[in-house]
């Protein structure tokens, strides 16, 4: 689990993140929000925080709370990060972005532990371990220690938003495949045969691996038809030359 | 210079004749004594579960291989070996998918024949057992209410479960062993009246069409030697511990699906060691999980996974058993 915030993650994380928003480039803000939702996807184009992607994501509900508490985490620690980014020392940046991570976690574990008593015991461990999550360090490190508040609170609600995207996908696959059910209600009648596996720990690994499939499938397409206009446009400024 | 018998050609100058496709449809050959007694034993049912495992394993080699490799016939092996690990009332439905699976994540997803790590259809069948535990672990006995009558609610649409139909069903011998310490009188275990998956049921049949195989040398005869020797091995030493407890060898051999396991899953020519050293290694692994897997394991049956766990190490195997180049003085690559 430690092994999530190795450097080179920290470094892939900087690296999808900062390509083409530079500090001072004009960025419109707009921009900084919508890039988390599909383009710069964090779990499904950057390929952070797999960890409760792969292990919390067997029901919907469960998939939900785990996206939220993300949510809160990332959002207040930009912002936090964000605003005192001139305070802190540049070699112990790392330290402090962990500290300040760890008081939203501790924040968002006991309300859940309030709130959704039976959804925390569910989750177990992997609500402290948000703290541990890539994607939050990541987004520290790459854009909220170095961007004005407002961007960076900005580009964490893209980013968490797009977490929370995809723990949703895998939370409906595999409850509507392995339960039969959404969000505890039956979709198909007592009829339905559960795909058990779905729900156990190789379901998650089938499930992403076809979700990331899906994607990669999107992306390529698209980068072929945008090469084959290209080719078109400068055929007809040939011809026209 | 056109004389032909004065061209020299780079070696090798002997073949043997034999490719891909005649091995594999050869081994397709073999296995219809196999089907033929499946089907004697538990009716319609039995061909046309394997038919719909085998569909799908064929249709997924068509849709997503891009090497041409259909006509090849070894997406119909894996297709009917997948059939024959199956329970005679299993949906068809779930067959199908099993072979999809098994051919799909088993075998193209690692770049097609010859690729692939594990056993196509014993992946598949883990994933059966695995997704849909109740149905893969319902055993119609055999011969029981006409030979016509279906074993099970193998027509249930896709996504539904099957209905409980008036089919009678019992335990594997190898689960009345484990849970019930009752033994199965050997000569129904020889000629395969118990209760069991298609082909598990008749272990003599199965040794005569892998022996043709072996003598044919398409199968390495090592590999199901050493299996049985370690199953009857490690068998007869707890046997003599314990004779009400553990179950002798002869047992060991003839219950379940390790006749299946041995001769045709474990020899599956790309998943098995390329030395003979290392199929000895090999085979006396897979013996070994499987006494332990069958005696100690939750599960009554162990021929599946213990055969997967030494898939994993067949790479292993291959460079730890290398022979020595001829000539050189140590082992060579090392890499």
């Not at chain 2, 997406?75 to 999809?100: D, E």
Request: hydrophobic residues 50%; positive net charge.
């Amino acid at each position: 689990m430690s092994g999530e915030v190795s450097p080179a993650d920290l470094h892939c994380g900087a690296h999808g993140a900062s390509a083409g928003v530079g500090p001072r480039r004009a960025v419109p803000p707009g921009e900084d929000l919508v890039k988390g939702f599909w383009r710069e996807n964090p779990v499904l184009v950057q390929l952070l925080g797999l960890c409760p992607t792969l292990a919390v994501t067997n029901s919907v509900a469960n998939s939900a709370v785990m996206g939220i508490a993300t949510f809160f985490v990332l959002v207040g620690s930009s912002l936090l990060v964000s605003a005192s980014r001139r305070f802190i020392p540049n070699e112990v940046r790392i330290t402090s972005y962990i500290l300040i991570i760890a008081t939203f976690v501790s924040i968002a574990e006991m309300a859940l532990q309030a709130l959704v008593p039976d959804i925390h015991k569910a989750l177990g461990a992997f609500v402290a371990l948000i703290v541990v999550n890539c994607i939050i360090l990541g987004r520290q490190e790459a854009f909220a220690g170095r961007n004005p508040v407002g961007r960076s609170v900005l580009d964490a609600v893209g980013m968490g938003s797009g977490f929370m995207i995809a723990m949703l996908i895998m939370g409906s696959v595999r409850e509507v495949l392995g339960s039969g059910t959404f969000l505890g209600v039956s979709l198909f009648g007592p009829g339905f045969e559960p795909w058990v596996i779905m729900v156990l720990p190789p379901g998650g690994f089938f499930t992403l691996a076809f979700v990331l499939l899906t994607v990669a499938w999107f992306k390529r397409r698209k980068a072929l038809k945008a090469r084959e206009a290209e080719r078109h446009d400068v055929a007809v400024v040939e011809r026209a030359a | 210079m056109s004389n032909p018998s004065l061209l020299i050609t780079a070696s090798p100058h002997l073949a043997a004749g034999d490719s891909t496709p005649k091995i594999m449809w050869t081994v397709v050959a073999s296995l219809a004594p196999i089907v033929a007694v499946a089907t004697y034993f538990f009716g319609p049912s039995a061909p046309l579960v394997m038919a719909a495992a085998t569909a799908g394993a064929v249709v997924t080699e068509r849709a997503f291989d891009r090497r041409g490799t259909l006509h090849d016939g070894s997406a119909v092996i894996t297709g009917i070996l997948l059939g024959l690990t199956l329970p005679a009332g299993l949906p068809l439905w779930m067959a199908f998918t099993g072979g999809a699976f098994g051919i799909g994540i088993g075998k193209l997803v690692f770049g097609g024949l010859g690729q692939n790590v594990f056993n196509p259809a014993l992946l598949g069948r883990a994933f059966l057992q695995a997704a849909f535990p109740v149905a893969m672990t319902t055993w119609p006995v055999p011969a029981a209410g006409g030979w016509w009558s279906l074993r099970g609610d193998i027509f249930a649409l896709p996504f539904a479960s099957p209905r409980a139909l008036e089919t009678v069903t019992g335990a594997t011998p190898l689960g009345r062993m484990k849970f019930d310490l009752q033994a199965t009188p050997l000569l129904d275990l020889v000629l395969g009246t118990t209760s069991g998956s298609l082909g598990e049921t008749s272990g003599l049949l199965i040794l005569l069409c892998g022996g043709y195989l072996a003598l044919r040398n398409y199968l390495n005869w090592r590999i199901p030697a050493s299996i049985f020797a370690a199953v009857a091995i490690v068998a007869t030493g707890l046997h003599a511990l314990d004779p009400a407890r553990y179950p002798g060898a002869a047992f060991m051999l003839f219950s379940g699906g390790l006749m299946l396991g041995a001769m045709y899953m474990a020899t599956d020519l790309v998943t098995s060691p390329v030395t003979n050293p290392g199929c000895w290694i090999f085979g006396a692994a897979i013996g070994l999980l499987v006494v332990v897997i069958r005696i100690w394991g939750g599960l009554a049956e162990g021929v599946m996974y213990s055969i997967l766990i030494v898939n994993a190490f067949v790479p292993l195997l291959n460079r730890w058993t290398q022979p020595r180049l001829f000539g050189s003085a140590g082992r060579t690559v090392r890499s």
